[in-house]
């Protein structure tokens, strides 16, 4: 009868643990970027759940997945082609003394953003949400960092942030991780739904 009842507290325990966590939310400990929306519904739905399917391949530019007004904001120079990403499709390079910022859509390999979590994050999933989209870090280290998000089941795009050595003392660079997540939520603004 006690080891019913022990089974029971603990099982009660371990719920109310779980409860508690989900309350905080996920990814906690590092802020999120998002739109003020709630990603509570996304993120019961699972990791991988895309809120609104967005259509990259309709910006068939990579250079204009941002505008000049964002490549002005963030401090970068102008956009320029740049060599092809490791998947085959064109990306392209916002440089200047202050820092560099790089974006690569994937539209080919039709993975998504699944190949991405597999290879960047410890349990294979996406590890934060940028604007409700499933995201992941790649590349990082203290002067970079890059963001995968995805935007549809098939659809990635990678944004990759490196400051510059004029940028290493602008407090606005001090986490490359921050500034790649705000560049990647500038792109998915410029983005037509599927």
């Not at 009660?12 to 929306?37: R, V």
């Not at 709630?38 to 993120?43: C, L």
């Not at 759940?49 to 068939?60: F, G, H, T």
């Not at 949400?129 to 995201?135: I, W």
């Amino acid at each position: 009868m006690s080891t019913t009842r022990t089974t029971r507290t603990v099982a009660a325990a371990a719920l109310a643990l779980g409860l508690a966590g989900c309350a905080a939310g996920p990814g906690s400990g590092s802020p999120e970027p998002t739109t003020g929306e709630s990603t509570s519904a996304e993120a019961s739905q699972g990791p991988f759940s895309i809120p609104k399917p967005l259509k990259l391949a309709a910006v068939p530019d990579p250079c204009q997945l941002l505008t000049s007004q964002q490549a002005q904001q963030i401090g970068t120079g102008e956009p320029k082609p740049h060599s092809d990403s490791q998947w085959g499709q064109p990306r392209c390079l916002w440089r200047n003394q202050q820092a560099a910022v790089s974006v690569a859509p994937d539209t080919v390999q039709g993975q998504g953003i699944r190949t991405a979590a597999f290879n960047n994050s410890e349990d294979g999933k996406p590890t934060h949400r940028v604007q409700g989209y499933p995201a992941v870090h790649g590349g990082k280290n203290d002067l970079r960092c890059g963001t995968f998000v995805g935007t549809s089941k098939t659809d990635v795009f990678y944004v990759s942030f490196t400051v510059g050595s004029d940028g290493r003392g602008d407090p606005e660079y001090a986490d490359p991780c921050a500034m790649s997540d705000r560049i990647a939520g500038m792109v998915l603004e410029n983005l037509p739904p599927a």
